[in-house]
Structure formats: structure tokens, C-alpha cells
């Protein structure tokens, strides 16, 4: 895979920039710019050489509709980045035309397009007919099949962006990694997260499993968890909770905001989140620990049951500045820190929620795997 570096010549150069302006927009501003500073380096880097820069990304609404990405070019121009937004994508050839050397142009959220979430090839070429190379710069889709991320690197030559290289460099830290290693994981959806806590119960020295996902565990165990969330299909869970690496909650908050014991007899009407108690164990195992991965609330995070979680971080942000190298990553988790304002007592934090978990699961992505093709075709 060939990086920003691999380039031996950007001045005048078109290039199709990935961008994940995936971001928070309410009352028509950017609520939470952490996705758009992550592409930052990467935007200044080509502007610094000459390039003319061609931003491409998409947006997602709560309720699933397209929004325009032109609050992302206010923000940018926050940033300090100089942008001009086309709001018709089928008008971006003409203004690209007149584009100046060192200048930025945003393209409208490609979502608009069937074509992209399709990975219609005749969309993919049409956005490649725009510039002269393509740079993927946006992590947390390249788990995706999209036009824009396995599409265009048929017909442009490719590289990964700084961004792109910073997560596979760090998160790849977790394949061999220093010990004691905690891989901590949370959130829901045991089926999808099923492949992760097999692979590094043989990898991690303490796997902790929190969230609606610990549920799963209760309930094998037999413990009273009331109409509390749990995976739909059938898990033999018999050999995770043999195993001793395996680490899971020693109390809950229950709905009515009281603490219970994990495996207490007393009616559990629905688990919220994690109990003091758990925290306290956590602390002494993060205090142990020279690596520390993290995906995942503790708790029914949106729901308002932030406790866990908020705690969580500060345990972990202390063990970074104690020497360990923490790595986190997923929407709740960056929430939770976002609202520490604790974002840089961080090794990394990772821009992908499921493409982080894709890749640890895997190793790869297919938008890395485009990129290696592209490269060995060159």
C-alpha cells in the first residue's frame, strides 16, 4: 500500500480525497469536529505540495435522510482551511476546472448517489474522471464496499492518507502487543463482536467484556437479569466463561439506579450499566497494564447511564500518563471523552467504530486491501 510520501509529484495535481465528514449537525452547524481535525493533516499536507485538492464524503442523518455537508465547509473554513462546496456533484467538473494550485473544493455528500453505497463502477468513474489520483483518507468506512472506497482505486492511482496509515500503525499494535495487555470491549451486539473476544482471549492477558454484551454471559450463568438486552442467536458460552482471561461486571445498576450484585437473587428489572464495585476491580487491572485497548460503553450510554463509562475513561487516560499506551475507539466511547474534555490523555483514539472492530477482528479492510491493489498494479 503506497502512502502520501510514495508521491513524487503533487504541484497542479488533482487529487480525490476520502475524507469521514460523518459528523453531528444540529440547527445547521457542526456539533463535533473530531473527524474533520483527524483529516486535517492530510488536507494540509497536499495543500503544502501544490495540489488541488477534491474533498469527498458522506453524511448520515439520525433518522437515515441525506444532508448537505455544507455546515463541514463552514467548520473547515474554522479550521483555517479555505474550501469552496459544490452542492450539485454533476457541477463539480466545471469549478474544479477553474481550480487554483493549493486550494480545496468539498463535493456534496456522495450518499445523494445510489451509486456510491452500490458500488456503482459507473459512479466510481465518473468521480475518477475528476482527478488525477485518489487518496483514501477516511478509516472508519474503509469497511465498507462503497464506490468511493473500493470503487475508484480501478481507475485512479492510489494512496492512503495520514490518517489512514496513523490507525493501521496503531491499531495494529494490538496483533503483538506489550503485556500486561487489557482489551476491553462493550456496547452490544454479541454476534457481530463474537469473532474479537475469541481472538484476543488467546492474544490480551485480561479480556473484560461490559455493556449489553455481559448480559449474554449473565444469563448463561444463569444470574437474574430481568428484560435486560441480549443476542437473539443461540452461543455456546460455556467455553468464555471457562476461560480465566475472561473478565465480566461483579455488580449493575439496575433501572431504578440501584446497585445489585451481578448474580444477586433480588428482582433485576433491566441491567443499565456497571456498579462501583466493577469499576474498583477495573482500576486494579488497568493499573497492571502496559497496553490498553478500548471499544465500547458499559452502559446504556444514550439512555442517559454514562456512569461506567465516563468513569472508565479516567481510569484509562490516568494509565496513559502512568506510561501505558491506551488505544480507544466507537461513537460512545469518543462521546464519553469528548465531555472530559480528555481527548489527548490518549495514546490513539481511533476515528472507526466498526471499522476499528473490523480490523482487529481481521486485520485487514477492504478499503486497505483496494489500496493494495491499486499499488500493485501501479
Known sequence: MKTLTDIKYLEGVKVLTRVDFNVPIQNGAVVDDFRIRMALPTIKFLIGKGAKVILIAHLESSDGSNNSLNPVADSLVKLGIEVTFVENIRNAQAVIDKQSNSTCVLLN?????????????????????????YVNDAFSVSHREHASIVGLPLFLPSYAGIQLENEIKHLSIAFNPPHPFLFILGGAKFETKLPLLQKFLKIADTVF????????????????IGTSLVSKGKIDFDTFIADKKLMIPVDVINQNHMNKSANTVLKIDKIMDSGSATIEALKKVISQSQFILWNGPLGLYEDGYQGAT????KLISSATEGGATTIIGGGDTLAAVATLGIQEKFTFISTGGGAMLDFLAQGTLPGIQALEISSNQD
Open 109 to 133: 455528500n456522495l450518499r445523494i448517489s445510489d451509486g456510491e453505497k452500490d458500488n456503482d463502477k459507473k459512479f466510481a468513474k465518473e468521480l475518477a474522471s475528476l482527478a488525477d489520483i
Open 209 to 224: 467484556v461490559g455493556g449489553a454484551l455481559a448480559n449474554d454471559f449473565f444469563k448463561a450463568k444463569n444470574y437474574e
Open 310 to 313: 465516563l468513569e472508565l475513561a
